[in-house]
């Protein structure tokens, strides 16, 4: 029957394990009903419990940009695992990654390895605070940095205002040095700076959105943000663990050609493993320890497994560009089939799409920011997803978040996708 052992081992795991799950995420809050537990997956495909294939969109939530299992990345792991598995040591292959990283993604000279998205992000903060010494930072709402507490903030009442923490054990101190912005929304930034003059050390964001669906930034805010920057001695972060190594080679920075102080990254640098990395010119990059002050660190971190797995992914990158450019025109192809049968189906809907970043918005409302993106109906989105599935397509289990387009995904796999789309939404 369809689910029935994933809804056993739901039922188990919730026994021993919070919420039955180690990321909120999984566990289908958002669209309800019990999720799927996958047993194995290969190129585009994921095998649940019961044996259900399923054409995958979330690809580990963005790393699997080649598809899973993917064949080098698997032998590098398998190569390294019968030498060892940590040493806790410098290793070679911790330089191979970082010199083809620094080689790969632009206005970095240097780059520290951690071992999540989460970890950079907070590191990435801690360096702009060391090397600016000015405590306060500015973040997006809607925008997602991990869960360290200085990201967990939401808006206060009014524009120019102190962030309030949301969620329980993130202290008010912690807090009040966090302030909200608007994506998208210049004005506001430039506000924020003038209430708080010489007091923030950074703007962070994901310079394209992938947490509250895809949103692209609006022309001009990023050289916006990046002007503000220099005139006011603001690091300017950005946080590619979702854009980094997918976008383009050089992730965003390349791709729409405005510059970062420090890059933070995670996903697709890691090829499945549980890899984050922080990088910047060697100026910043030396206030951390043991070089300087700022101090980050980890016994994992650099770990010969996930290196090794990450190299392979980033080494195929680099090697096969042209990749890049295949996955963007199959995400275009796949927005211009959704778009022709939700049209066809009367559906109200936006389709956000960037590059292989695309998400579907059940409100016409353009999608633009935090407060746009909670516009779409919830409850078309929950019919929506449970029905892809039961047609053996996994689309994320949430309307904030984005899809992931691999290059395992062939137009055979984007036309059933578009083909269930337009079965579900008939008559709706
Ligand atoms: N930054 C962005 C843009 C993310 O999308 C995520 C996770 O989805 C993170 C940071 C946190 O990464 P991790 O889940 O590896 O800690």
Redesign the pocket.
């Known amino acids: 029957m369809l689910y029935q052992r994933s809804s056993q081992l739901f039922q188990e795991a919730k026994k021993y394990i919070p919420g039955g799950v180690n990321s909120p995420v999984r566990a289908f809050s958002a669209v309800g009903g019990d999720p799927i537990f996958i047993k194995e997956a290969k190129g585009a495909y994921m095998y649940d419990e019961d044996g259900k294939k399923y054409i995958d969109y979330i690809n580990s ?1 963005g790393p699997m940009i080649l598809g899973h299992a993917h064949q080098p990345v698997i032998d590098a792991v398998i190569e390294k695992t019968k030498k060892g598995t940590s040493f806790g040591t410098p290793t070679e292959v911790e330089t191979q990654i970082a010199k083809l990283a620094t080689q790969m993604v632009p206005n970095i000279d240097q780059i520290r390895m951690v071992n ?3 970890e950079a ?1 907070m590191s990435a903060v801690r360096l702009a605070r060391g090397f600016t010494g000015k405590d306060k930072i500015i973040k997006f709402a809607g925008c ?3 869960h360290s507490d200085s990201f967990l903030i939401q808006a206060g009442s009014g524009a120019v205002t102190f962030g309030t923490p949301n969620s329980p054990g993130v202290t008010k101190g912690t807090a009040q040095d966090t302030l909200l912005a608007n994506f998208n929304d210049l004005k506001n930034v430039e506000e924020l700076i003038k209430a708080n003059p010489n007091e923030i050390a950074c703007i962070i964001l ?1 310079p394209i959105a ?2 509250m669906g895809c949103i692209p930034p609006q022309e001009g805010f990023l050289e916006g943000l990046r002007e503000l920057c220099d005139q006011n001695d603001i690091l300017l972060i950005f ?1 590619e ?2 854009t980094g190594f997918r976008q383009a080679e050089g992730g965003v920075q390349q791709r729409l050609n405005v510059s970062a102080d420090i890059v933070a990254f ?1 996903k697709v640098i890691g090829g499945g493993l549980p890899v ?1 990395a922080f990088a910047a010119r060697k100026e910043i990059m030396n206030h951390l320890a043991p070089l300087g002050p700022v101090y980050q660190a980890g016994t994992l971190s650099g770990n010969p497994l996930a290196m090794a797995a990450g190299l392979a992914m980033l080494t195929e990158l680099h090697e096969n560009p042209e990749i890049f450019k295949s996955i963007d025109e199959k995400t275009v192809y796949l927005k211009e089939g959704l778009d022709k049968v939700l049209s066809k189906n009367g559906v109200t809907y936006t389709i956000n799409q960037i590059g292989s970043m695309i998400s579907v918005h059940f409100s016409e409302t353009p999608v633009v920011d935090f407060e746009t993106a909670a516009l779409g109906n919830n409850e078309y989105f929950k019919k929506f997803f449970h029905g892809m599935l039961e047609e053996g397509i996994y689309i994320a289990p949430s309307s904030f978040e984005t899809w992931f387009i691999s290059e395992a995904l062939s137009y055979d796999d984007l036309d059933k996708t578009i083909a269930a789309a337009d079965k579900i939404t008939a008559g709706w």
Do not use: A, L, R
């Open positions: 939530w999540s998205g989460t992000c997602y940095h991990g994901e992938g947490n946080d663990v979702m995670g984050g």
